[in-house]
């Protein structure tokens, strides 16, 4: 009896969008927990949070590989539109109240109240969750997202009070996969996730980027976004 060919890659990317919805409804579930939970136990509300992050970046890593096999197939088109940049960032700092609450994390924001730009939102969304949830894994104690126009691009920033980005990843920032060190990096396949998302828009003949750099605000890392 011959078996019907299988195309594995598609059907680990159905796999993978089928377990990501489920992880979305577990993440929602334990927003509820949470509130349940802070009032009656702080052991277990904290416990509930390290679940809440490490089910937020299982989500996030999932939303990458999906991506990543969408524009291995030529299947990731940019679906843009201009969106309130303010509202992006509070989205942002939502999603991850409950870890940057836990860890006892300062987040502020700066950004103004009418800033909008053009791109293509739940890419951008997606890039800057994982950003911010790694930049929340390794601050000490505060962190700033940043927004503004500079030079007519916008750049939205990551600042934290940590030890920084070790050498080899600002040696390598500009890199493609093939060069990156996965195991070594402070966020692995999403710094290439990253690069792909910001490279896919363009404008006037310009393309976005990523920049990371030591020193900001806090004397921390510094992650750049720049889309033209």
């Excluded at 802070?38 to 939303?63: D, P």
Aim: some cysteine; hydrophobic content about 40%; glycine content about 6%.
């Amino acid at each position: 009896m011959e078996h019907p060919e299988i195309d594995f890659a598609t059907v680990l990317a159905s796999g993978v969008h089928d377990m990501k919805n489920s992880l979305c409804m577990l993440i929602q579930s334990m927003d509820v927990l949470q509130q349940e939970l802070a009032e009656k136990s702080i052991s277990a509300s904290q416990e509930l949070g390290r679940i809440h992050y490490e089910a937020t970046r299982l989500n996030t890593n999932l939303l990458q590989l999906l991506s990543l096999y969408r524009i291995e197939k030529d299947q990731l088109p940019l679906h843009m539109d201009e969106y309130n940049v303010d509202d992006l960032c509070d989205e942002i700092l939502l999603k991850n109240a409950l870890y940057s609450q836990q860890r006892h994390i300062e987040v502020t924001k700066d950004c103004p109240a009418r800033l909008s730009w053009f791109f293509d939102n739940d890419l951008v969304s997606n890039l800057l969750n994982d950003m911010f949830v790694n930049a929340l894994r390794y601050s000490a104690s505060r962190l700033l997202l940043k927004a503004s126009l500079q030079q007519q691009q916008l750049v939205i920033e990551l600042h934290d009070d940590g030890s920084g980005y070790p050498p080899d990843m600002l040696d390598n920032s500009d890199e493609g996969i093939n060069n990156l060190n996965l195991a070594a990096g402070r966020t692995g396949l999403g710094l290439f996730f990253a690069h792909m998302i910001a490279r896919a828009h363009r404008n006037r003949q310009q393309c976005g980027r990523i920049e990371l750099s030591n020193g900001g605000e806090f004397g921390g890392a510094v992650f750049r976004l720049i889309l033209p």
